[in-house]
């Protein structure tokens, strides 16, 4: 079974400070995608950062980067420096090569106060 | 360019009532998806489309749900009769090639009473 587990249904982070949201899946592919969607309260997802299972280097954005533990099946997203803009529903999704379809997990709420 | 955009953006509807949800992609694209987050769980596959073709409905719930992509421009989904475990956020998403990034739309919240 292919499956995305966000251990964390909601986080609050001070803006300006840095937060980590978890991120584990399950897939017996050893070729795949992943990433992290954001989806702001205006409702509309967004691609947030992409890795290759390939890549050893993990992938990094601006403010964003991951923590990609192949071995253990980690995807974890640190946001650094969090503004109130970053405050969204965060999806971890993989997808499989040659595959057609995202999977994804449940959903971590993040709170950004000011 | 456009974004993936979808009608409604909301729709309140009674249980055994009809409702069709319609999915623009952004032009050019040949994948076109749907997927659906019930509340508080994780965000599911329905379908893809590539053209007017459908490539994989295996997400499908049952048979009240029928799909179109007529023309292979625009998706429509119809829920027929409406269920209240089908309320949720109808996601469409869309990409142009195989295996690069999905563009999603806003959703449409479906609520069935």
């Known amino acids: 079974a292919q499956t995305v587990t966000q251990s964390q249904p909601e986080m609050s982070v001070q803006e300006a400070e840095t937060v980590t949201l978890s991120c584990t899946y399950d897939?017996?592919?050893?070729?795949?995608?992943l990433f992290w969607y954001k989806q702001p309260p205006s409702r509309q997802m967004i691609l947030v950062i992409r890795?290759?299972?390939?890549?050893?280097q993990n992938a990094t954005e601006n403010r964003f980067s991951v923590n990609f533990q192949k071995a253990a099946k980690s995807f974890s997203l640190k946001i650094s420096d969090s503004q109130l803009g970053d405050t969204a529903m965060y999806f971890c999704?993989?997808?499989?090569?040659?595959?057609?379809?995202?999977?994804f997990g449940a959903g971590t709420i993040l709170r950004v106060k000011s | 360019e456009a974004g993936v955009t979808q009608f409604p953006s909301h729709s309140v509807i009674e249980k055994g009532q009809t409702v069709t949800l319609r999915c623009d992609p952004i032009?050019?694209?040949?994948?076109l998806y749907w997927y659906r987050r019930v509340m508080g769980k994780e965000i599911k596959f329905l379908l893809h489309?590539?053209?007017?073709?459908?490539?994989?409905e295996s997400g499908m719930p049952n048979n009240r749900f029928l799909a179109e992509r007529t023309g292979g421009t625009y998706s429509t989904l119809k829920v027929q009769p409406a269920e209240l475990e089908d309320s949720g956020v109808y996601f469409c998403?869309?990409?142009?090639?195989?295996?690069?990034?999905?563009?999603f739309g806003n959703g449409t919240r479906l609520t069935v009473t």
């Open positions: 999704a993989f997808w499989v090569e040659y595959g057609n379809k995202l999977v």
């Open positions: 897939t017996s592919e050893n070729n795949y995608y």
């Open positions: 890795q290759e299972a390939y890549k050893q």
């Open positions: 032009s050019g694209h040949d994948n």
């Open positions: 489309f590539v053209k007017e073709s459908k490539q994989d």
């Open positions: 998403a869309s990409n142009a090639a195989h295996n690069s990034p999905l563009h």
